[in-house]
């Protein structure tokens, strides 16, 4: 069964600091990749997904995550981030497996406190 | 997602009680989902339809069932509601059909339930 590993359970940082998010995967297959956002009170919306072809890719509101395939990660980033990016952050993974096909394996998510 | 309505959003009830939570879209979309959350533990699938009259269980269905009668609607019920299914449940939809952005989910706003 396939897995996902957020590897920060809180992160607190101040605006302007960069973010990244680690993001790790068993599943030895193909897989497609998502990264969720949700801000308090709010439910999950989807910040970028990665399907195939480049392994950068960009999402809403300046995030962006790069899947490596070598490592089985797929880490969020964001150069500067805002005082409204505080929210917590879900990885989530759909293995292309005919049994999984369209079942998303969630993180356990990643509080994000940005601070003034 | 405007486009995915849950109700009630809040709901307080006691042991043993029958409750069910409602899941209405608007979207069109083929799949539907039924997830838990729980602090520190993400986001956990409780059931999941292909499609009308096709219900499937995810990790943790103990305690939990699901009826698709109509493509548009999803709903949980709770035979017999117990504290630890105290959670926030939303509801998700996903369309796989020729065309459609496969494996995308599009979530709900939640249902907060406390079970006394």
């Known amino acids: 069964a396939q897995s996902v590993s957020q590897h920060n359970h809180h992160v607190i940082l101040s605006e302007a600091a960069s973010l990244e998010l680690g993001c790790n995967y068993s599943?030895?297959?193909?897989?497609?990749l998502f990264w969720y956002v949700q801000y308090p009170g709010q439910h999950l919306q989807l910040l970028l997904k990665?399907?195939?072809?480049?392994?950068l890719v960009k999402g809403i509101k300046g995030f962006e995550a790069e899947f490596i395939k070598s490592k089985f990660s797929f880490n969020l980033r964001k150069p500067s981030v805002q005082w409204s990016d505080t929210a917590e952050y879900f990885c989530a993974v759909n293995a292309r497996a005919t049994d999984s096909w369209g079942k998303l394996q969630f993180g356990a998510g990643t509080q994000v406190v940005v601070t003034p | 997602d405007a486009d995915v309505t849950q109700t009630p959003r809040n709901r307080i009830t006691k042991t043993g009680k029958r409750i069910m939570l409602e899941c209405s879209q608007t979207k069109g979309h083929d799949r539907m989902y039924w997830y838990r959350q729980d602090p520190g533990l993400g986001l956990q699938l409780i059931y999941y339809s292909f499609d009308v009259k096709d219900i499937n269980k995810g990790e943790i269905s103990d305690g939990y069932s699901v009826s698709r009668q109509a493509q548009a609607k999803f709903s949980l019920s709770l035979e017999s509601a117990i504290p630890n299914q105290t959670a926030l449940y939303f509801c998700a939809t996903s369309d796989t059909r020729a065309g459609g952005s496969t494996d995308t989910q599009y979530f709900g706003p939640g249902t907060r339930l406390t079970v006394l």
């Open positions: 990665y399907f195939s072809g480049d392994p």
């Open positions: 599943y030895g297959g193909t897989v497609n």
